[in-house]
């Protein structure tokens, strides 16, 4: 099956910083990809997704880049707040919207 | 819209009991996935379903079952708990026959296996 990998483990922003989160993935065939942050005792929570056919998305302060070619997608949060302090994962969607996550990545962000 | 609910959101069991996990998706949807999440990793896929139909299973042993209800509501049943069950347990319902839509994930029901 397809697996998604995360590159760091932690990563640790000063408040106002630019994060930069990455993600790898296996399955060159995947169409569609979803990047979520997880607080502490909650659920996912959906923030961005991008599909195959795009290199580039934009939302509220958050920009998903995806480049196909390595198989690699990358999550930039602007101007990191103290809010943003949670754990992010990268998912991969296979069949009937089943998705498959890497481990996730630490956000710390330092005041 | 009070989204995806799941209940109990804490529960605590002894090696060799069985559980029931409930999940009601959020309004409108018709499909439920469940996820097991570890500590420390990311959640991994046991199964969905679909039109009370089990639609897909992730690597998950025959302990590990379910059922959807007319209302799309589910529940997940583990049997002979063991100790490795210990995890946080998501529910996610999705829109139906939407090509790109994100999973909605409910708060998780974190399970202790003693």
């Known amino acids: 099956g397809e697996s998604v990998g995360l590159h760091l483990p932690t990563l640790s922003v000063q408040e106002g910083d630019n994060s930069i989160i990455n993600c790898a993935y296996s399955n060159s065939a995947s169409d569609y990809f979803i990047w979520y942050k997880q607080e502490s005792g909650k659920g996912p929570q959906f923030i961005i997704d991008?599909?195959?056919?795009?290199d580039k998305r934009q939302g509220q302060r958050v920009t998903v880049l995806l480049n196909k070619t390595v198989k690699h997608l990358s999550l930039q949060i602007a101007a990191t707040q103290p809010g943003d302090s949670a754990v992010y994962f990268c998912?991969?969607?296979?069949?009937?919207?089943?998705?498959?996550f890497g481990s996730g990545t630490k956000l710390n962000v330092k005041p | 819209d009070a989204g995806v609910t799941q209940s109990p959101t804490h529960l605590i069991k002894t090696r060799g009991q069985q559980v029931t996990l409930r999940c009601s998706p959020k309004s409108g949807h018709d499909t439920v996935s469940w996820y097991q999440q570890a500590l420390g990793q990311g959640p991994q896929f046991i199964f969905q379903y679909y039109e009370e139909e089990e639609r897909q299973r992730g690597n998950f042993p025959d302990r590990f079952s379910g059922h959807q209800f007319p209302n799309y509501s589910s529940e997940l049943n583990v049997n002979a708990l063991l100790l490795g069950d210990s995890a946080l347990y998501l529910c996610?319902?999705?829109?139906?026959?939407?090509?790109?839509?994100?999973?909605?994930f409910g708060q998780g029901t974190r399970l202790t296996v003693v």
């Open positions: 991008i599909r195959s056919n795009m």
């Open positions: 998912a991969e969607r296979g069949n009937f919207n089943k998705f498959y």
């Open positions: 996610a319902s999705s829109l139906p026959r939407q090509l790109y839509t994100e999973a909605f």
